[in-house]
């Protein structure tokens, strides 16, 4: 009996690896990073205190995930990214920044949701840009599924929220379908959430905006 490997939701790309980046993963990895383990963790042991926690999905190259941080120095946030490059910069920005409450788990955000975090311990969750596999072929391919989705509801506490942005608008109608199925779920607004202030313009968002691209923000929360 053969076995199906899993549906990833993202392609390893081969992309510029700089220097600063790589030494960034080899010698602050060990400081600001938490390694993988099939074992739960307690966020509040991680960061050493008692403080609202964040998880954001795919943090990319790091700019906002360490400007959010950096803004909001009472809440504790955890970056999941499987990207080399963007792994690096984060780590830098980190470093640079002299963050005390960001860290980073360089691995594949289903398996840390469902092994290493508990039920119940998130207050929010950030998944800003997630790729929107246009091709219809590649739709399976979207981290906005039902099952995930319920994952991610799991380990939001009561009055959690999910916030998700997109600049595709076929994404954000999916999402949306998806997000307005799930009973734990609640929108926040009729449709559409407004830019909440804690989200900054990324300089990849002002480019969409110049191309005419609409920025859509989902923001749900948990029911009790």
């Keep these: 009996m053969s076995s199906h490997p899993p549906i990833r939701s993202y392609v390893l790309r081969q992309g510029h690896f700089s220097s600063a980046q790589r ?9 600001y990073g938490i390694a993988f383990t099939e074992a739960s963790i307690e966020l509040n042991q991680v960061f050493g205190r008692t403080a609202p926690k964040i998880l954001e999905i795919g943090s990319g190259m790091g700019e906002t995930t360490a400007e959010i941080a950096a803004q909001h120095p009472d809440k504790d946030f955890v970056a999941i990214e499987v990207h080399a490059p963007g792994i690096g910069s984060l780590l830098n920005q980190i470093e640079k920044r002299g ?3 960001l860290r980073i788990i360089p691995h594949d955000a289903k398996p840390v949701l469902q092994q290493m975090l508990i039920d119940a311990s998130l207050d929010g969750i950030h998944i800003f840009f997630p790729d929107p596999w246009p091709k219809a072929r590649h739709h399976k391919r979207r981290l906005i599924q039902p099952d995930f989705v319920s994952l991610l509801c799991s380990r939001l506490k009561p009055g959690g929220y999910l916030h998700i942005a997109t600049d595709w608008e076929d994404y954000a109608i999916h999402s949306l379908h998806v997000l307005n199925s799930e009973q734990r779920l609640i929108n926040t607004a009729t449709d559409y959430a407004a830019r909440p202030a804690y989200r900054p313009l990324t300089k990849f968002e002002q480019r969409g905006i110049k191309l005419g691209h609409i920025i859509r923000d989902l923001i749900f929360t948990r029911t009790a």
């Design 23 to 31: 030494h960034a993963c080899e010698f602050l990895l060990p400081r």
């Design 99 to 101: 963050l005390t409450n």
